[in-house]
């Protein structure tokens, strides 16, 4: 575990528990609550395990939201890929129109996950900038 640079509403800091490395991506997927119909924002960052969102509004934090994912056109067999999210926090962005969420990704399918593999091996980056 290691500190991400990220910090409650209190003041405390987020610790870094993934079990993975984020990757960047170089494709921003539109995020939609399948429930409302509402685009909660764009996905930032991603692992198989979990992802980062950022959207004009904090999503309520133990919340398990149904998500639709946009995937890049033409490289998958179909348009967008649905999923459950835990979001586990929040945070004001650098921008101030704009919040940051850490979601866990719950109950994934393997076809799904198999799609998570494909869009981080085609538009994920490192920090560093690599592949």
Do not use: C
């Amino acid at each position: 575990m290691m500190l991400n640079g990220y910090y409650t509403p209190q003041g405390k800091p987020i610790v870094d528990r993934r079990k993975e490395n984020r990757r960047y991506l170089t494709y921003f997927s539109r995020v939609i609550d399948r429930e409302t119909g509402h685009t909660l924002g764009y996905l930032v960052d991603l692992t198989t395990g979990g992802a980062l969102l950022v959207g004009n509004l904090p999503l309520k934090t133990n919340t398990i939201f149904q998500l639709r994912i946009d995937l890049p056109e033409g490289i998958f067999d179909k348009e967008q890929l649905d999923v459950k999210a835990r979001a586990v926090w929040n945070q004001p962005d650098s921008d101030p129109e704009f919040y940051r969420t850490g979601l866990q990704l719950v109950d994934i399918q393997p076809l799904d996950l198999l799609i998570l593999e494909r869009l981080l091996t085609n538009f994920g980056t490192t920090p560093e900038g690599k592949r």
